[in-house]
């Protein structure tokens, strides 16, 4: 069975049955979630070698946009979760890769920083380094934000991260986050890991319901500290910027345009929006009428 005959066959029997629920009441949607795990479609960018799809951002694009027509707060959780996917694809483990293409593993991003932590938008430009032309049109507020004040501190082969992380997509419901902090030794910066949802001293608080779309469970994540092991590291330390720069902004950047063909267009003027695609994106929609042929 094809991935698009699968999707079609989940937006029809799960996702659209589920979607007014979803919009109205903010439930996650954990059914949605799951029969996506159980379809190969949570690893669909997975290698193939370690049982994945073997597909690339053009079909985690077309599962977006059909998914976005039926339920945004699905589409919201597949956006952050087929960006991190391919940052751990690049430089996760085979373990781990495997789970996600087996579909029992939920991804989500960790970047943004809360504003209370923030440095102020000046302060962040005096340290960013320009991005290159091939990147965008010199040093972007993507790049100025990319400067983290989450602390990692090393201990044998522990790390503990120190973090208030802000609009965090599927918040408490996935299984793991590609969270940013400080290096642990490079001058400057940012070093990325993989975090385990389930971690001790991982706190979700309260929900806010103005953050992304309903039932996408966007909240803030903290950490006071939490602890992984160093292997959890994502790349070289220090060199997370470059990831972010050419991997998640290009995925997220892509998967965002894809769901707003569908939505109503939104302002897109706060510097944290270009690393979490599911803020300021209009109130929850009903489902369309109508599903989009495969």
């Given at each position: 069975?094809?991935?698009?005959t699968?999707?079609?066959?989940?937006?029809?029997g799960?996702?659209?049955?589920a979607?007014?629920?979803?919009a109205?009441q903010?439930?996650?949607?954990r059914g949605a979630v799951?029969a996506?795990g159980?379809a190969?479609?949570?690893?669909?960018?997975?290698?193939?070698?370690?049982g994945?799809g073997g597909?690339g951002?053009?079909?985690?694009v077309?599962?977006v946009?059909?998914?976005?027509r039926?339920?945004?707060a699905?589409a919201a959780?597949?956006?952050?979760?087929?960006?991190?996917?391919a940052?751990?694809?690049a430089?996760?483990g085979?373990w781990?890769?495997?789970?996600?293409?087996a579909g029992r593993?939920l991804?989500?991003l960790?970047l943004?920083?809360?504003?209370?932590?923030?440095?102020?938008?000046s302060?962040?430009?005096?340290?960013a380094e320009?991005?290159?032309e091939?990147e965008?049109d010199?040093?972007t507020?993507?790049t100025?934000f990319?400067?983290?004040?989450s602390?990692?501190?090393?201990?044998?082969?522990v790390?503990?991260?120190?973090a208030r992380?802000?609009?965090v997509?599927a918040?408490?419901?996935a299984?793991?986050?590609?969270?940013?902090?400080r290096?642990l030794?490079?001058?400057d910066?940012?070093t990325?890991?993989t975090?385990?949802?389930?971690?001790p001293?991982?706190?979700?608080p309260a929900r806010?319901?103005?953050a992304g779309?309903?039932?996408s469970?966007?909240?803030?994540?903290?950490a006071d500290p939490?602890?992984?092991?160093a292997?959890?590291m994502?790349?070289?330390d220090?060199?997370g910027?470059?990831?972010?720069l050419?991997?998640v902004?290009?995925?997220l950047l892509?998967?965002r345009?894809?769901?707003?063909?569908?939505r109503p267009?939104?302002p897109?003027?706060?510097?944290?929006?270009?690393?979490?695609p599911a803020?300021?994106?209009?109130s929850a929609?009903?489902?369309?009428?109508?599903?989009?042929?495969?």
């Amino acid at each position: 069975m094809s991935y698009r005959t699968a999707l079609t066959e989940i937006l029809t029997g799960v996702v659209g049955p589920a979607a007014e629920a979803t919009a109205l009441q903010g439930r996650f949607p954990r059914g949605a979630v799951t029969a996506l795990g159980r379809a190969g479609l949570l690893g669909l960018t997975v290698s193939t070698e370690l049982g994945g799809g073997g597909q690339g951002l053009p079909a985690a694009v077309d599962v977006v946009a059909r998914t976005a027509r039926v339920c945004p707060a699905t589409a919201a959780v597949l956006r952050s979760h087929y960006t991190a996917v391919a940052v751990i694809e690049a430089y996760g483990g085979p373990w781990l890769r495997a789970e996600i293409a087996a579909g029992r593993h939920l991804a989500s991003l960790a970047l943004a920083e809360s504003e209370a932590e923030a440095e102020s938008e000046s302060e962040l430009g005096a340290h960013a380094e320009p991005a290159s032309e091939a990147e965008g049109d010199g040093p972007t507020a993507e790049t100025q934000f990319l400067v983290p004040r989450s602390v990692a501190t090393r201990s044998g082969e522990v790390v503990a991260l120190r973090a208030r992380k802000q609009r965090v997509v599927a918040a408490g419901e996935a299984d793991l986050y590609v969270w940013s902090s400080r290096p642990l030794t490079a001058p400057d910066g940012l070093t990325l890991w993989t975090v385990p949802a389930h971690a001790p001293d991982l706190f979700v608080p309260a929900r806010p319901g103005a953050a992304g779309p309903r039932g996408s469970a966007t909240s803030t994540v903290f950490a006071d500290p939490v602890l992984v092991p160093a292997e959890a590291m994502l790349g070289v330390d220090g060199r997370g910027l470059d990831i972010v720069l050419r991997t998640v902004l290009p995925w997220l950047l892509e998967l965002r345009a894809a769901a707003e063909t569908h939505r109503p267009p939104a302002p897109d003027t706060a510097i944290d929006q270009a690393l979490d695609p599911a803020l300021d994106l209009g109130s929850a929609r009903r489902p369309a009428d109508s599903l989009a042929a495969s």
